[in-house]
């Protein structure tokens, strides 16, 4: 793991919430100004948080590519030394119970 990224997981999750947070305004306003339809009865909030999650997320995929990479290296080497500390911890159970 590298030390000079501890948190690679919570800045992908930090941008990602952001990049939801911008598509979730600028659906709001092009709902407000009519660009894009308003929702159906009182479900303009429901709508415009839909049309938020939907903008976001190719957006998402193709902004936060490095950090995804960089998130997912983190958490292979975090699983790779934990499955290494079992595998000796269970060799030296087998050799002590031997």
Do not use: Q, W
């Given at each position: 793991?590298?030390?000079?990224?501890?948190?690679?997981?919570?800045?992908?999750?930090?941008?990602?919430?952001?990049?939801?947070?911008g598509c979730f305004f600028v659906a709001g306003v092009a709902v407000h100004f009519g660009v894009l339809p308003s929702g159906v009865g009182g479900s303009n909030f429901v709508w415009v948080l839909l049309l938020g999650l939907v903008l976001s997320a190719p957006l998402s995929f193709v902004l936060l590519r490095k950090q995804r990479d960089e998130m997912s290296e983190q958490i292979v080497s975090k699983v790779d030394r934990t499955k290494a500390r079992l595998e000796a911890?269970?060799?030296?159970?087998?050799?002590?119970?031997r």
């Open positions: 793991m590298s030390a000079a990224k501890p948190s690679a997981t919570i800045r992908y999750t930090a941008m990602r919430v952001l990049i939801f947070v911890d269970r060799a030296r159970e087998d050799s002590v119970a």
